[in-house]
Every structure is written in structure tokens, then in C-alpha cells.
């Protein structure tokens, strides 16, 4: 098992029990570090606040990934309350739900909605990790570890601009591997399989998506919270050290299948 104990985090992007930034959260508290976990808006808040309640000692604090003055707040709080920060965990993403709806052709996607999907769903972890990287540098490195999908390389039926964000989001990925890893500051995502999330379910048809990877996945099933988590704690964690600007695929086997 990871040992995080002394180590300090921040997870971004938990909306409820079911989001895959949560059971990476539990998996972290359980290894024995601290987190500080976000919440997008008041909407999300009680929920966010009830789940942590069960991890030890969070820190609790809004932030819209739009926002650079709530980024800052963040880690300005995180720096007087941690003095440091040993990893982060991006799972923030959004697309106007209209724009993944059955049938919705990918041409009309809007401009406004696809500067408001890139964003939220990439932008936010050039955001995200340009606040980190002080308070990283202060323990002499970090990890950062983001939430991507397969619709980045394949077109996935309704998944529209959210594929082109998560593109983005793969390619920010190897940049900022790139730019911070000479601070000892590595930068991976993990690709999940599809998994029944809150932002999952805006996109239509996903049931069908699911029972395609269970009839075609190497595994022949669908992936879990838990397995996903269990692979961030790899990238987090002493056991990933030497790795960075990958993309870690944890769908059954899925990415590796033709006809």
C-alpha cells in the first residue's frame, strides 16, 4: 500500500460520492495524508462538505477553475495551512450539457461553449498546476495526476468537445511535464474506462458505451472507482517516481482493441 503519511494534497473536482476525484481523496486520507478538497459553487458545496467529513482534518475551500482569483485564494491557503503542497489531483470538467446531447452535431458546436469546455476541462490544470508549483518546490517536488478519456484520441458517439478538451488536456499533460520537471514535479493523467459519474451522465447514450467495453474490453467488464484510484496512488505515490508526461490507460484493456 502507498504511504502518504506527513504528505499534503489537493483534490479538485469532487461533485459527489461517485466521482472518480473522490475515491482518489478516500484512497489518500486512508494512505494518511491530508487533503484540502474543493468545491465548484454552493450547489456542490454540502455535498462535498459531508463527504469529507469522513477524512482527516480537510481543508475545505471553493474555487471555480475559471476563476484565477479563486485559484490563488486556494493555494494561498493551502501555503498558510500546509506550508506546502506534495500533490494535486485535477478531475474538473464540463461541457454544456446541450452540446452532448443524442444527435447534437459536433459542427455546431458553439464558440461559447467550447471556450467555456477547454477552459474548465484543460485550461484549469495550467491553472491549477502554476499555483502548485511554488508551494511543490518547497517540499522539492510533487506529483500532479488529471482525469482524461480515450474520447481524446477516438470519436465516442455525443462525447463532442469534451474529446477535443480532453486532447488539450493530454497535450497540457506533456508540456507541463516538460516545463516543471526539472523541479522534481511530475505531470501524468490517467484514461478510465467510462464510469457512471455526474459529469458521465450528460452525455447521451452512455449506458450503450458501457455495455460496448463490457462486450469488447480484454477484461470483459467495465472499470471501478476503486481501480482508478488505486492507479492514482501509483502516479502519487514513491512508486511513480520516475514517471511523468503519461497517460496511464485503466479501462480494461479496452484502448487496445480493433474490429
Not at 444527435?103 to 458553439?110: A, D, M
Not at 476541462?121 to 500532479?144: D, F, H, K, W
Amino acid at each position: 500500500m502507498t504511504d502518504l503519511n506527513g504528505k499534503h494534497g489537493l483534490i479538485v473536482g469532487v461533485a459527489n460520492k461517485r466521482s472518480i476525484a473522490w475515491a482518489i481523496a478516500e484512497a489518500a486520507s486512508r494512505a494518511g495524508a491530508r487533503l484540502a478538497v474543493t468545491y465548484q459553487g454552493e450547489r456542490l458545496e454540502e455535498n462535498v462538505r459531508e463527504l469529507s467529513a469522513s477524512l482527516q482534518n480537510p481543508l475545505i475551500l471553493p474555487c471555480d477553475v475559471t476563476s484565477d482569483q479563486q485559484i490563488a485564494d486556494v493555494f494561498t491557503r493551502i501555503g498558510q495551512e500546509f506550508g506546502g503542497l506534495d500533490f494535486l489531483v485535477h478531475g474538473a470538467a464540463y461541457a454544456p450539457r446541450e452540446e452532448l446531447a443524442a444527435g447534437f452535431p459536433f459542427v455546431q458546436t458553439s464558440r461559447a461553449g467550447f471556450n467555456l469546455t477547454l477552459d474548465v476541462s484543460a485550461y484549469s490544470l495550467i491553472a491549477l498546476t502554476r499555483g502548485a508549483v511554488p508551494l511543490m518546490e518547497s517540499r522539492g517536488g510533487g506529483s500532479i495526476v488529471t482525469l482524461t478519456y480515450l474520447g481524446s484520441e477516438r470519436v465516442f458517439q455525443n462525447y463532442n468537445v469534451m474529446g477535443v478538451a480532453k486532447a488539450a488536456l493530454e497535450a497540457s499533460v506533456r508540456y507541463l511535464a516538460a516545463d516543471v520537471g526539472q523541479k522534481n514535479i511530475r505531470v501524468n493523467a490517467i484514461s478510465a474506462g467510462p464510469i457512471k459519474t455526474l459529469a458521465a451522465s450528460g452525455i447521451s447514450g452512455f449506458s450503450s458505451i458501457l455495455q460496448v467495453y463490457r462486450d469488447r474490453a480484454p477484461l470483459r467488464r467495465n472499470v471501478d472507482t476503486a481501480e482508478v484510484a488505486a492507479a492514482a496512488m501509483f502516479l502519487l505515490g514513491p512508486a511513480g517516481r520516475g514517471v511523468t508526461a503519461e497517460v496511464l490507460m485503466v479501462d480494461a484493456g479496452y484502448h487496445a482493441t480493433g474490429m
